[in-house]
């Protein structure tokens, strides 16, 4: 129990500093240049409770026209017959650049009014330019941004390392007995996470996949029931993390939460990308952030 105690310590201490922990590493010139390179993803995503949601949804609108035409008030037609196809409908564009990564959501959310029976939508759509200084939110229908929005730093960051990259460079700083310990946990980590506790890094979780013409590992997370299937695809190399996938680095090109299911669809590589890919719309209102200790790059 004490070998247990003092690896978890070890991994509280590394997931600390972990979400703005980045390698200071060699100018890279193609961080510079004003066209990068960009490896593109474009995922379609469903609500993890679809069916039920269409379901209820049905029944809704039948006690709303029974409701609505006793009450005399209007009742609409549901549109093509039936109710929609997908309840919460997500279209996800990813744009890997050199450590740092746009993800851009779009979709809608479509519900019920009960004044006339009529199905209608709450849209949203936003992105989230991510990388080892923080996280910026900005929401094109408010026409804001919100976190670590300073585009420059976002843009010259170092790499932003995984639990596996940093559980491997805390080693240098341990001694024999100590890694003798934290090794031994590691080897048990499935049998630890089986018993409740949250394992360090991702473990893999079934067999390689093609998706969008990729291959694909899967990678469950314990903590938080979910599953990646991420690509790295020869040639390229450098691929970072995003705010979708911060366990392991590489192409997200399938993710499966409770809540909603991601796939990818389309994959373009080596990309030029445009010269405000990574940026905020001019006359957005900003609101930076400040994270106390971060790194900031």
């Given at each position: 129990m004490k070998k247990i105690n003092l690896f978890q310590s070890l991994i509280f201490s590394l997931f600390i500093g972990f979400c703005y922990t980045a390698t200071a590493g060699q100018?890279?010139?193609?961080?510079?240049?004003?066209?990068?390179?960009?490896?593109?993803?474009?995922?379609?995503?469903?609500?993890?409770?679809?069916e039920f949601q269409r379901t209820n949804m049905r029944e809704q609108y039948e006690a709303c026209?029974?409701?609505?035409?006793?009450?005399?008030?209007?009742?609409?037609?549901?549109p093509n017959g039936d109710v929609p196809k997908i309840i919460s409908p997500e279209s996800v564009d990813i744009d890997y650049g050199v450590n740092v990564t746009m993800t851009k959501f779009e979709g809608e959310l479509y519900y019920l009014d009960q004044s006339d029976c009529g199905i209608r939508s709450i849209p949203h759509k936003y992105a989230l330019l991510f990388s080892a200084v923080g996280e910026c939110k900005i929401d094109y229908l408010k026409y804001t941004a919100k976190g670590q929005c300073d585009v420059s730093r976002h843009l010259n960051a170092g790499r932003l390392l995984t639990p596996d990259e940093l559980v491997a460079q805390s080693f240098a700083r341990l001694t024999p007995q100590q890694r003798a310990v934290v090794e031994n946990?590691?080897?048990?980590?499935?049998?630890?996470?089986?018993?409740?506790?949250?394992?360090?890094?991702p473990i893999v979780a079934g067999e390689l996949k093609r998706i969008a013409g990729l291959l694909c590992q899967s990678y469950a997370m314990a903590s938080i029931a979910s599953k990646?299937?991420?690509?790295?695809?020869?040639?390229?190399?450098?691929?970072?993390?995003?705010?979708?996938?911060?366990?392991?680095?590489?192409?997200?090109?399938?993710?499966?939460?409770?809540?909603?299911?991601?796939?990818?669809?389309?994959?373009?590589?080596?990309?030029?990308?445009?010269?405000?890919?990574?940026?905020?719309?001019?006359?957005f209102t900003v609101e930076e952030i400040v994270i106390p200790n971060g790194s900031g790059q």
């Open positions: 100018e890279n010139p193609e961080q510079k240049a004003g066209n990068r390179i960009v490896q593109h993803v474009h995922l379609n995503g469903i609500g993890g409770h679809n026209a029974r409701d609505n035409d006793y009450a005399g008030l209007p009742v609409l037609p549901l946990a590691l080897q048990n980590q499935t049998a630890v996470a089986h018993n409740g506790h949250v394992p360090v890094s990646n299937c991420v690509a790295n695809p020869a040639g390229i190399s450098s691929i970072p993390v995003s705010s979708l996938n911060l366990e392991k680095a590489g192409l997200l090109l399938e993710s499966t939460i409770p809540a909603q299911t991601l796939i990818a669809d389309s994959v373009r590589l080596n990309q030029v990308a445009s010269a405000n890919l990574f940026s905020i719309p001019v006359g």
